[in-house]
Structure formats: C-alpha cells, structure tokens
C-alpha cells in the first residue's frame, strides 16, 4: 500500500468554504436524483419549484462561500480523498477532491446564479410539456456537471465531469426527441465533443507518459499544474525551452476546450444545439458547457508554451471573424445569437491565448449574464409568437413586451461594449475592451503578421454592434411584418421576464467598480504570477496599461456608432440591406457564404462523412469477400473433414466391432448343432471321438 | 476239472470280457430311451473298468494292489452315481411326468 498523500490542514475558515462549497455542487445532484424518481409521482407540478429552490440553496452556499473567501482573506486550498486505488503510481490512488481559489469561487457563484435564474425561467417555458419534471432533472444534472468541472481537482476529475456535461447537454439537446432537428443535433453536439476529447485523452495521455502517475496528483495549492512544472525544473525554465512533447500535450488539452466551447474546426454543434427548448440554450450558451472550455483552457495556461499559445490565439481568432460575419446575415433569431456566441467565445479564448487572462475570464462571467439574458429575451419572444423563429415576421415588438425590449436592449448594449473613455456603466466594455488590449499586446510581441492579432478582434468589435442591433431592431423596431403574430403576441409570464431583468441588471452591476469579479479573477492571477508564470508577454502590465491607452475611446464610441448604423439599416425591415447588397460588388458572394455557414457543414459531409462512409463500404467488401471468404472456405474444408471421418468411423471401426460380433454370432449358429440336448447323440459323439483318438494313438504308436 | 484245468483263463480272455461289457454297455446307452436303462448300461461300463483293472493287476503287476483298490473306488463310485442318478431321475419324473430322456432336453443349445 502506498502512502496516503498528507495534504495542509485547512483553516476553520477553509474548512466552512469548504464545506459550503460542496453543498453547493451536490445540491444540483440530490435534486436531480429526486426529482428523477419522485417527480412524476409526487411533486408533479412543484418539480420546478423544488428544484429552483435547490439551486437557490445551492447559489446561497456559493455566494456565502464567495463572501468569506474574499472577505477572510483566505488563501487557496485543495481538498482531497483517495477515490480509487493504483498500485504501482507514485500517486498511490485518484483522487476524489475539491480545489478552490478565487477563479473557482467567482465561477461557482456566476454558475449557480445563472442556473437558478434559468431554472426560473424553465417554470415558464416548459409549463405544458408532458416531460416538464425530466426536464428539470435533466438541466439539473447539467448545472452539477458544470459545478464538478469548476471544482474539479486534477484533470482526471474534471475530465469526469466534462464527460457527464457532454452526457447531459446531449439529453436537453435532444429533449424534444420526437422531433427530426433535436435528435440530429444533440448528435452532432455528442459526436463534436468526443471529437475535442480524444485530443484531449491524447495530451492528457503525452503528460501521463511524460511525468507518470504525478499528473494524477490531486492539485495543490499553486494549481493544477504545480506537479508537471516541478518535474520540469520551474516554471520559468520550462518556457525559456519548452520541450516538443509539452506544446503537443497543450494543444491536445485544448482540443477538448474547442469542442466544448465550439471553437473553430468544431463549432458547427453550437449553432444546431438551438434546437433544444431555449433554456437549455441559454444555460449552454452561457455559464455552463461553453464556458467549460474558456475555463479549462484557463486552468492549462500554466502548461501552455509559446507555440501553444500561437496555437490557441489563431483558434480564437478565426472563430471570431467568421462567426461574427454569419451572425450578420441570420435571420433566425436564436441563430444570430448563436453565432454571436461563438464570436465571443472566440473573443475569450483569444484573451486566454494572448495573455489576457484576467479579462478573458471577466469576459465569460459577463457574457454569461448578457447572453443567457438575450437568449431568455429571445425565447419569450418565441414562445408569444407561436414558436415562429424568424426575424423576418417580427418587427415592432416592443410595444407589446416592453420588458422583454428593455433586457434585449440593454444587453444589446452591454455585448456592445458601449463605454465613454476608459469607463463605462456596462460590464461588456471593460471585459472586451481587455481582450482587445491583450491581443494589441500579442499582436506587438509578435511582429509582422501577428498584426492580424489585432486587426481581428477590433474589425469584430465594430460587427458586433452591428448585428445586435440589427437583431434588436428587426425584432423590436419598426413596424409588425406579420400583424397576425403580431395581433398576438403578449408580453412573457413573470417567470419569464423576472430572471431575464435579473440578467439584464447583472450585466450592468458586473462592473469592475461594483461587484468584485475582475478583482477575484486577477487574485488568480496574481497567484500564478506568484507560482513564476511570467512567460506571458506584459501579463502584468496589462491591467495597468487599461488605464493609459486612447484606443478604449475609440472602441466604445464604435460600438455606439455601428448600433446606430444596425439600427437605421434595419429599423425598417431589409429594405435598405437588399439595396446595398444589389450595389456593392461582392457583397453578395460573401452574404451567400455566411448565410451558408462559410459550407463547413458541406465540407464536413464531403470530406468527413462521405469518406467515412467511403471507406466503410470498402471495409464492409473486404469484411464480405475477404474474411467472410476465408472463414466460409475453413468451414467448407472442416465440413468435408467431418464427413470424411464420420464415413471412416461408421464403415471400418463399426464395420470391425459389428463383424466381430457377426462371426461370434455365426460360429455360435454352427455350434449349436452339435448341441441337440439328445443323450444318445452325445453318447455316440463320445464313442466315435474315443475312437478316433483310439485311431490316432495307434497311428502314433505304430510309427 | 480237466477240461477246466485245460482252460487257463489268461488276460485276453479277461479284456474279450471287458470289451464284451463295453460293447454291451455302449450299445444300452445308445439304445435305450429308459434313464433307468441306461444307468444300467452306465453301470455295465464301469464293470468293464474294473475288469481291467483287476486283470492288469493279476497279470501285469502280479505283487502289486493297486489295481483292485481302483476297482474298489469304481465300485463306491458307480454305487454313488447310481444313488444321485436316481434322485435326478426322480425329480426328472416328479416334473415331466416321464423318465424318457429323449424329453429331457431343456438345455437344448
């Protein structure tokens, strides 16, 4: 047996976060268990009322986590059981455990609020459905899921977890499985994701046998990574000459990351998960599944080298553009909020890749409150207009759901980044506007092309108002396309629009000089600068930096500018979007592309599926003729085996035992003669045989 | 007495009277349907023994006894096979009704 890995003690205030922080993670679960087995028959209706207060149990856990974690001034722990043994590793056993620092906290309560917030908002969207109670076991389970990768102790455990989020979100996805569309698309989503895992099996498989049974280690108290730098002499020296293997191993990490968070080569899923009811796309496309991938790339950073990070940031960036570019040409509702989802994503992961930590993390805690309040925004909508999803026959809505207009608008703003200078009343300008200062900086370090790096995320910053704004105006601006839906449409139950001006008030009291996620996620930070990462180029000076450059002036009033523009352009219907289409030259080659998703989905048909199924075929021949043949023809020569010995063993060696017992029979026969029970004929055969033996003596003797 | 003194009875003229018991001994058992019957010619077989015997002893071996204890034994065996002969014939009787032997042939192979 091997010794038990002895951990630091924990503090009592540790041990309260401790504790409080695993309520908060197993809520979601017992009341996804209950309502699993009890919600049919005994809660019924109040399935959605228990579970929502669950969740808010479980976002009370968190904040009060939250609270005496920033307040007490509580260093970063880790907590540890052994789970299940492995004799032979240094590390004796897997480790079951928990690992909280300031990032996990921030995570944990962003989390737990958005969950319990959609939660609410399921009350009413799902009310009717003959699954409403599965509905919330299931979107339960999901939120515990993103709770265990949040929490998670060592990659083992979070890759745990990240497969039991790709299990859940495959079932919301395909909640309405009667349906066509659900059941391909929480497929793809499935299939999508286990693509990004084997890349991520396969780096975690380079570090595993790179640095053996130490990358099991639960993590400690600088990360989860301490180990590997370590083993490697520092983390300084490992990034003056990172070694081949390790640059591999956090790309392949990273993969797992692009599927999760939908980034560029695998980013077809995001877009078709709409599919699922709308909570489920809100939650998705908010604090849980996609920012899974922001967060695990986030933790990998200590481990990602120079050319990872290259890596990274061009994954990043062309997500952005070319998820910004389909956004501006959708009309379904949902799907330009999709895209613009994968276009922020790209934002964050560009962030991570570039250095700029703190801000890619601020972004995925404020985007996750402006775009779970838009798709909520955006399902009212939906559901009032008899689950028409087309922007085409809205128009003027607001007049009918004021509310609903007032949260769409101000996170149409907030997505924006509408800021004056260096401050804003909005919390998307100060995440956003930090990005673009990392890539500004990343594209600086690098020199020549790498200007791409910057040209990027500022092109899309101007795009982004844009197609919001289009959105925003054809849906709520103007007047109605359609007056039967519009005739009907009222504004959402209070279910509906209370958490959605929740979210709306979240995404402006997130900023920095309110509530308090920048400065939590730039303690992080601060401890992996403590703990030597310092191979990012100006990490440190970023933040500082925020504050002395001109260019946030430049972005902030761009945002307000191109909202303008999108809501001008199409105030009124597509009138004027048609006209300049017709005019500018090769603008219609591009829309065409973008509203065709740039082919992706053709190209992965023609060169993914059509090879696959290709290449199926010719195995499927070779199976048929080649094997099956071989196998038939060892059958057929058993056969004539079999029969040849069967003839042998019936005509020679029971032709042997039967002609024994044929000539004993026969010999028998003849005997038997001799045998006639007469005493005289005995007597007389006695007398001739006494005679002949009489004859035969004499002969002798005569000789 | 002169006509006895003249014939000397000499071992052949014993032997012609052992195989004229014989014979006769031979051709009852062959003839005779009647158990009894040829219980007797049985018996007349083993007398022909006997005589043999005895004049082999008389005139072969002459200070020698051997061949009149043998014809003791014969005459205590045909005497003993003379009694279990007739108990088997009994039965024979009590269960077929019969002493012919021709009749008795059960175990017939």
Same mark, same amino acid.
């Given at each position: 047996?091997?010794?038990?890995?002895? +951990?630091?003690?924990?503090?009592?205030?540790?041990?309260?976060?401790?504790?409080?922080?695993? =309520?908060?993670?197993?809520?979601?679960?017992?009341?996804?268990?209950?309502?699993?087995?009890?919600?049919?028959?005994?809660?019924?209706?109040?399935?959605?009322?228990?579970?929502?207060?669950?969740?808010?149990?479980?976002?009370?856990?968190?904040?009060?986590?939250?609270?005496?974690?920033?307040?007490?001034?509580?260093?970063?722990?880790?907590?540890?059981?052994?789970?299940? *043994?492995?004799?032979?590793?240094?590390?004796?056993?897997?480790? +079951?455990?928990?690992?909280?620092?300031?990032?996990?906290?921030?995570?944990?309560?962003?989390?737990?609020?958005?969950?319990?917030?959609?939660?609410?908002?399921?009350?009413?969207?799902?009310?009717?459905?003959?699954?409403?109670?599965?509905?919330?076991?299931?979107?339960?389970?999901?939120?515990?899921?993103?709770?265990?990768?949040?929490?998670?102790?060592?990659?083992?455990?979070?890759?745990? !977890?990240?497969?039991?989020?790709?299990?859940?979100?495959?079932?919301?996805?395909?909640?309405?499985?009667?349906?066509?569309?659900?059941?391909?698309?929480?497929?793809?989503?499935?299939?999508?994701?286990?693509?990004? @895992?084997?890349?991520?099996?396969?780096?975690?498989?380079?570090?595993?046998?790179?640095?053996?049974?130490?990358?099991?280690?639960?993590?400690?108290?600088?990360?989860?990574?301490?180990?590997?730098?370590?083993?490697?002499?520092?983390?300084?020296?490992?990034?003056?000459?990172?070694?081949?293997?390790?640059?591999?191993?956090?790309?392949?990490?990273? !993969?797992?990351?692009?599927?999760? &968070?939908?980034?560029?080569?695998?980013?077809?899923?995001? *877009?078709?998960?709409?599919?699922?009811?709308?909570?489920?796309?809100?939650?998705?496309?908010?604090?849980?599944?996609?920012?899974?991938?922001?967060?695990?790339?986030?933790?990998?950073?200590?481990? +990602?080298?120079?050319?990872?990070?290259?890596?990274? =940031?061009?994954?990043?960036?062309?997500?952005?553009?070319?998820?910004? =570019?389909?956004?501006?040409?959708?009309?379904?509702?949902?799907?330009?909020?999709?895209?613009?989802?994968?276009?922020?994503?790209?934002?964050?992961?560009?962030?991570?890749?570039?250095?700029?930590?703190?801000?890619?993390?601020?972004?995925?805690?404020?985007?996750?409150?402006?775009?779970?309040?838009?798709?909520?925004?955006?399902?009212?909508?939906?559901?009032?207009?008899?689950?028409?999803?087309?922007?085409?026959?809205?128009?003027?809505?607001?007049?009918?759901?004021?509310?609903?207009?007032?949260?769409?608008?101000?996170?149409?703003?907030?997505?924006?980044?509408?800021?004056?200078?260096?401050? &804003?009343?909005?919390?998307?300008?100060?995440?956003?506007?930090?990005?673009?200062?990392?890539?500004?900086?990343?594209?600086?370090?690098?020199?020549?092309?790498?200007?791409?790096?910057?040209?990027?995320?500022?092109?899309?910053?101007?795009?982004?108002?844009?197609?919001?704004?289009?959105?925003?105006?054809?849906?709520?601006?103007?007047?109605?396309? @359609?007056?039967?839906?519009?005739?009907?449409?009222?504004?959402?139950?209070?279910?509906?629009?209370?958490?959605?001006?929740?979210?709306?008030?979240?995404?402006?009291?997130?900023?920095?000089?309110?509530?308090?996620?920048?400065?939590?996620?730039?303690?992080?930070?601060?401890?992996?600068?403590?703990?030597?990462?310092?191979?990012?180029?100006?990490?440190?000076?970023?933040?500082?930096?925020?504050?002395?450059?001109?260019?946030?002036?430049?972005?902030?009033?761009?945002?307000?500018?191109?909202?303008?523009?999108?809501?001008?352009?199409?105030?009124?219907?597509?009138?004027?979007?048609?006209?300049?289409?017709?005019?500018?030259?090769?603008?219609?080659?591009?829309?065409?592309?973008?509203?065709?998703?740039?082919?992706?989905?053709? +190209?992965?048909?023609?060169?993914?599926?059509?090879?696959?199924?290709?290449?199926?075929?010719? =195995?499927?021949?070779? @199976?048929?003729?080649?094997?099956?043949?071989?196998?038939?023809?060892?059958?057929?020569?058993?056969?004539?085996?079999?029969?040849?010995?069967?003839?042998?063993?019936?005509?020679?060696?029971?032709?042997?035992?039967?002609?024994?017992?044929?000539?004993?029979?026969?010999?028998?026969?003849?005997?038997?003669?001799?045998?006639?029970?007469?005493?005289?004929?005995?007597? &007389?055969?006695?007398?001739?045989?006494?005679?002949?033996?009489?004859?035969?003596?004499?002969?002798?003797?005569?000789? | 007495?002169?006509?006895?003194?003249?014939?000397?009875?000499?071992?052949?003229?014993?032997? %012609?009277?052992?195989?004229?018991?014989?014979?006769?001994?031979? %051709?009852?058992?062959?003839?005779?349907?009647?158990?009894?019957?040829?219980?007797?010619?049985?018996?007349?077989?083993?007398?022909?023994?006997?005589?043999?015997?005895?004049?082999?002893?008389?005139?072969?071996? %002459?200070?020698?006894?051997?061949?009149?204890? #043998?014809?003791?034994?014969?005459?205590?065996?045909?005497? %003993?096979?003379?009694?279990?002969?007739?108990?088997? #014939?009994?039965?024979?009787?009590?269960? #077929?009704?019969?002493?012919?032997?021709?009749?008795?042939?059960?175990?017939?192979?």
């Amino acid at each position: 047996m091997h010794a038990m890995l002895t +951990l630091a003690e924990l503090t009592s205030d540790q041990e309260l976060i401790r504790k409080l922080l695993f =309520c908060a993670t197993l809520l979601p679960l017992v009341s996804s268990i209950f309502t699993l087995f009890l919600g049919t028959k005994w809660l019924k209706k109040q399935t959605g009322q228990f579970a929502v207060s669950a969740m808010a149990m479980s976002f009370v856990c968190a904040l009060f986590a939250a609270f005496k974690f920033t307040t007490g001034d509580v260093e970063p722990f880790t907590w540890a059981i052994p789970w299940i *043994p492995i004799p032979g590793r240094e590390a004796g056993y897997l480790y +079951l455990g928990l690992f909280c620092d300031q990032l996990t906290v921030a995570l944990m309560v962003m989390v737990t609020l958005i969950s319990t917030l959609v939660h609410i908002y399921s009350i009413g969207y799902m009310e009717g459905d003959k699954r409403y109670e599965r509905f919330f076991c299931y979107l339960s389970a999901f939120t515990f899921s993103m709770l265990g990768i949040v929490t998670a102790n060592g990659l083992m455990q979070l890759f745990v !977890f990240w497969e039991l989020v790709g299990l859940t979100s495959y079932l919301l996805i395909g909640f309405w499985f009667e349906k066509k569309g659900p059941q391909q698309a929480c497929k793809k989503a499935f299939v999508m994701n286990r693509v990004g @895992d084997t890349g991520f099996l396969i780096g975690f498989g380079i570090l595993f046998a790179q640095l053996g049974g130490k990358v099991l280690l639960p993590a400690t108290d600088g990360g989860m990574f301490d180990a590997i730098a370590a083993e490697l002499g520092g983390k300084a020296e490992i990034m003056a000459n990172p070694p081949m293997w390790l640059t591999i191993a956090g790309i392949g990490l990273f !993969f797992g990351a692009i599927g999760k &968070s939908a980034q560029f080569p695998l980013h077809t899923w995001l *877009p078709d998960a709409m599919e699922g009811p709308t909570p489920v796309s809100s939650i998705v496309h908010s604090a849980t599944m996609v920012a899974a991938g922001v967060y695990l790339t986030a933790r990998i950073f200590p481990i +990602l080298t120079p050319a990872a990070h290259l890596f990274v =940031c061009i994954i990043g960036l062309i997500t952005l553009v070319m998820a910004a =570019c389909m956004a501006v040409v959708m009309t379904d509702i949902k799907r330009v909020l999709a895209y613009s989802t994968l276009s922020q994503l790209g934002y964050m992961i560009l962030g991570v890749g570039s250095g700029a930590y703190i801000f890619a993390l601020f972004h995925l805690v404020t985007h996750a409150f402006f775009k779970c309040c838009l798709f909520q925004c955006s399902g009212s909508v939906i559901n009032m207009a008899h689950h028409q999803q087309d922007m085409r026959y809205y128009g003027g809505l607001a007049k009918k759901m004021p509310l609903t207009a007032l949260a769409y608008g101000i996170c149409t703003l907030t997505i924006s980044g509408i800021g004056f200078g260096s401050w &804003s009343f909005l919390s998307g300008f100060y995440s956003k506007d930090g990005i673009i200062l990392g890539s500004y900086n990343y594209a600086h370090e690098l020199g020549g092309w790498g200007s791409l790096f910057l040209w990027g995320p500022i092109i899309v910053a101007y795009i982004t108002p844009f197609y919001m704004a289009r959105s925003f105006a054809l849906t709520f601006l103007g007047k109605p396309r @359609d007056q039967h839906l519009y005739d009907h449409v009222k504004e959402a139950p209070k279910t509906m629009v209370g958490p959605q001006l929740v979210l709306a008030l979240f995404a402006i009291i997130s900023v920095p000089w309110i509530l308090p996620w920048e400065h939590m996620i730039e303690m992080t930070q601060q401890s992996l600068v403590a703990n030597g990462v310092t191979w990012i180029p100006g990490l440190h000076e970023l933040h500082e930096a925020h504050h002395g450059i001109a260019a946030p002036l430049l972005f902030g009033l761009a945002g307000l500018l191109m909202i303008g523009v999108g809501i001008w352009m199409y105030k009124d219907g597509f009138g004027k979007a048609e006209f300049l289409l017709k005019k500018v030259p090769g603008l219609k080659i591009l829309h065409t592309w973008a509203l065709n998703k740039f082919y992706f989905d053709h +190209l992965y048909d023609i060169f993914i599926v059509k090879m696959t199924k290709c290449f199926a075929g010719i =195995c499927s021949f070779i @199976d048929k003729w080649g094997v099956d043949g071989l196998v038939n023809v060892v059958g057929l020569w058993t056969k004539g085996l079999a029969r040849f010995t069967g003839g042998f063993d019936n005509k020679v060696v029971d032709g042997l035992v039967n002609g024994a017992a044929n000539s004993a029979r026969a010999g028998g026969q003849a005997l038997r003669t001799t045998q006639p029970g007469r005493i005289r004929v005995y007597v &007389s055969l006695l007398f001739v045989g006494l005679i002949i033996a009489l004859m035969f003596a004499l002969t002798l003797v005569a000789n | 007495m002169t006509m006895l003194a003249l014939f000397q009875p000499g071992l052949y003229h014993l032997l %012609a009277v052992s195989i004229a018991l014989l014979t006769a001994g031979v %051709a009852v058992i062959l003839t005779k349907r009647n158990a009894v019957g040829i219980l007797m010619g049985v018996e007349l077989i083993l007398n022909a023994a006997g005589l043999n015997f005895v004049a082999f002893n008389r005139y072969v071996w %002459a200070n020698a006894v051997d061949g009149q204890m #043998f014809t003791l034994f014969i005459i205590v065996l045909a005497a %003993a096979e003379a009694a279990v002969a007739l108990a088997i #014939f009994l039965n024979f009787y009590n269960n #077929f009704d019969t002493i012919n032997v021709d009749q008795a042939d059960e175990l017939q192979g």
